[in-house]
């Protein structure tokens, strides 16, 4: 049963066996019991190696030869490119692939040396001779090309399995760079031409830049572009650079000089774009910077910076910083150069004593000039706004005190009544501007004193233009130097204040007297540590002022008991009513003026020493008054001998013929106008406060660092102090506080020469 049962099985397959001329054996099992059966393919090998023709070999390669050669002749190739490269791949898969390979080399570079031949010919210019070498080179590429996609399964399979063996390609290259370029002359001869074009197109020519592009592109792929070409091209840009910017230096002014070298620097750059390898960008642009720019950077900054500053040249300052970014060296060298001018030309504002009517305008002009050309020509650079700081710290310090004064008194300009040049908005600005400026200033403290005296007499008098602007000052300066900077100047406007409250108190206490006066008296209480000192001066006041004064004054001692009042006629001023025969008008005057005009009520003509006896007034302060009024614009007096100074033999009348378009008029007071004396004993309070500062820093750091040689000591007092110390005065107060400090210690210290 089992037998029958394999032969069953046997019984029901058939095979199908059919043979390919190839070799190959399909074979196809059908299962005659069972549909869908899977099929089985088997490959057998030849069992035999098919064998080449006899001369195959030989023949083949003869008419490779001849496609080979008629690719290199450009004339056309009898057979079929299909056909020749089946025959390249017979050959490789017979083993044939080294004798193949070294056939075809021999027979290309049989080819190349060849071609040097029409290289020799010594009628040829230069440019004829770059024409012919780039026909060469690109005939010999195209034709490598060919070569290569005939051969191409030699050089897929034999070339790539050899790692030591060139490329067809890479061999093409190595052939003509080896019989061709290497060649002394020939390379000579392309190099020259090569300089020779970009030479002419520097000096303005037009060339045929795709040439050149070629050829460099040539000495690229042949690998020989550096030595051969790089280094004499940039021997030779050196050169032309450097004579070039010796001779343009002395030919052209700066600007015009900045923008030769900004416009051959776009030419580099447009040539390395077009025609030379990226390779050279670095070290070209380098020997165009270091020759046009390095070598004449502090010549550049002499002969020109200070004239571009000048005449504010945006453009070119801006190009001048763009190019001398580019140098090693170029803006530290500009920085130091801007720092100088900054202070030659500030330090020509301060110092110049004729300038000091304009200087504090000048200095806004030129800081706004400065920071102009910091943002807009130097790209906000911190080490340039840095450096503007310090150049302006350093000269309007130059001078010590002068500056802090004008400042002072510009500020005065903008803040008091009439000054009609800004809006709200624009004052806010030049605030602004001024506190920039007086960041600056050591001696802040003489700033304070004439600030404030300048401030008391806007208050005083009524003269300041907005309460809010002189707020709005306030509050900058308590911002910039502290609260007790301004202690005394917040000070000053409270006692305003509470003086307006003070008024309407008083005037509701006269209106309950029994004897109401006909004068309307307005008076200001001022704390004597907040305003500025006052000369008193005592001077005769008419009877019903006197009897007004102690009115007050019992008033506001009955209101404040232990307080004094001291009376400052110097300060005060007045609203009288005249009579001319033009008819009635008021007269705005200060209290002396007040004094002279009402003596004219008891009499026609008066003298300068009657005026004096009966007023009080000392006699600069009277000659000033009196001139006022009598050799002014408003003469409301006449003056006999006629003259714009008074004398002292001079007598004076009233003007009954004194005509005016304005019902009020507003004589000026000539005794509230700063004098020279007043200057300098602001000053001198300045120094006295100093030298206050000055002894309690001193015992501060001694009693804190206990011993501490002269120079130290110096040193540490100076940052401290916000203002220039005297070292004589110095040397004296240490002896006086080593011996303090003697007494307070019980140790022994050093000679006070040189411990303290």
């Known amino acids: 049963m089992a037998e029958d049962t394999r032969q069953d099985k046997r019984a029901s397959f058939s095979a199908i066996t059919e043979h390919n001329t190839n070799g190959m054996a399909r074979t196809s099992a059908v299962a005659s019991g069972k549909t869908g059966a899977s099929k089985k393919l088997v490959i057998k090998n030849f069992k035999d190696r098919p064998k080449l023709a006899e001369n195959y070999t030989e023949d083949t390669w003869l008419k490779l030869r001849d496609a080979v050669g008629a690719i290199q002749n450009s004339t056309s190739i009898k057979y079929n490119l299909e056909e020749l490269y089946q025959a390249v791949e017979n050959l490789c898969s017979y083993k044939v692939s080294p004798t193949l390979y070294k056939q075809l080399r021999q027979v290309c570079e049989d080819h190349v040396q060849a071609q040097i031949l029409q290289f020799r010919e010594e009628s ?351 509050s900058k300066l308590k911002h910039e130097c502290g609260a007790a900077f301004t202690s005394k100047l917040e000070g000053m406007f409270k006692d305003m204040e509470l003086s307006k409250d003070i008024m309407i108190q008083f005037k509701q206490y006269m209106q309950n007297q029994s004897e109401p006066s006909n004068i309307e008296l307005t008076v200001n209480i001022l704390t004597m540590g907040y305003w500025p000192s006052y000369t008193p001066m005592e001077v005769h006041l008419p009877p019903e002022m006197v009897k007004l004064q102690e009115v007050f004054k019992l008033f506001y001692l009955g209101k404040h008991s232990g307080r004094k009042l001291q009376w400052q006629p110097t300060l005060g001023h007045a609203v009288l009513k005249a009579e001319f025969k033009e008819g009635k008008k008021e007269l705005q005057v200060s209290l002396f003026q007040t004094l002279v005009l009402l003596m004219f009520t008891e009499g026609e003509e008066f003298s300068i020493e009657e005026i004096r006896t009966a007023t009080g007034i000392e006699e600069g302060e009277l000659k000033r008054t009196l001139q006022s009024l009598a050799c002014g614009k408003a003469r409301v007096l006449n003056k006999n001998p006629r003259g714009k100074d008074v004398e002292d033999g001079d007598r004076f009348n009233f003007n009954n013929d004194f005509k005016h378009k304005l019902f009020r008029i507003k004589i000026n007071q000539i005794q509230m106008k700063e004098t020279v004396e007043e200057q300098v004993s602001t000053t001198e309070r300045v120094f006295q406060d100093r030298q206050y500062q000055i002894d309690a820093a001193v015992v501060r750091i001694m009693k804190m660092r206990k011993t501490l040689s002269h120079n130290l000591l110096v040193s540490e007092l100076y940052n401290q102090l916000k203002f220039p110390v005297k070292v004589t005065y110095l040397y004296l107060l240490f002896i006086l506080v080593q011996i303090f400090l003697l007494a307070y210690t019980h140790t022994q210290s050093s000679s006070a020469s040189d411990v303290f």
């Open 124 to 474: 040829l210019d230069n440019l004829s001779f770059l024409k012919r070498m780039n026909r060469c080179w690109q005939d010999h590429c195209r034709q490598t090309i060919m070569i290569r996609s005939i051969f191409l399964f030699l050089d897929r399979t034999y070339v790539l399995q050899n790692s030591l063996l060139p490329s067809i390609w890479d061999t093409g290259l190595e052939l003509f760079r080896t019989h061709i370029v290497s060649n002394s002359a020939v390379q000579k001869r392309t190099v020259d031409g090569i300089l020779e074009q970009i030479e002419l197109e520097r000096n303005g020519e037009t060339i045929d830049r795709s040439l050149l592009r070629s050829l460099l592109g040539m000495l690229s792929d042949l690998q020989v572009y550096k030595d051969s070409f790089e280094e004499r091209f940039l021997i030779e840009t050196n050169r032309l650079y450097a004579a070039e910017g010796q001779r343009l230096m002395q030919e052209r002014d700066v600007p015009e000089y900045l923008h030769h070298v900004a416009r051959r620097l776009e030419e580099e750059n447009d040539r390395i774009v077009s025609y030379l390898d990226q390779s050279t960008q670095k070290p070209l642009i380098s020997c165009v910077e270091k020759q046009l720019l390095g070598e004449h950077m502090t010549a550049i900054l002499q002969k020109g910076l200070g004239t571009l500053l000048d005449e504010n040249r945006v453009t070119e300052l801006a190009l001048l910083y763009q190019l001398f970014n580019k140098v090693k060296g170029g803006l530290p060298t500009l920085l130091q150069f801007w720092r100088d001018y900054i202070k030659s030309f500030g330090g020509e504002i301060v110092c110049t004593p004729e300038k000091d009517k304009d200087m504090v305008q000048e200095l806004l002009d030129f800081k706004d000039k400065m920071d102009n050309v910091a943002q807009s020509c130097f790209t906000r650079n911190e080490g340039f706004i840095n450096a503007m700081k310090e150049a302006f710290e350093t000269f309007i310090n130059k001078r010590p005190n002068k500056p802090a004064e004008l400042i002072a008194k510009y500020v005065d300009s903008k803040l008091r009544a009439g000054n009609k040049e800004a809006t709200e908005e624009e004052l806010e600005r030049i605030l602004d501007k001024i506190m920039i400026i007086f960041r600056f200033i050591h001696g802040k403290d003489v700033f304070e004193a004439f600030y404030k005296k300048d401030l008391a007499k806007r208050l005083l008098v009524g003269k300041s233009a907005s309460v809010d602007a002189e707020k709005s000052m306030l």
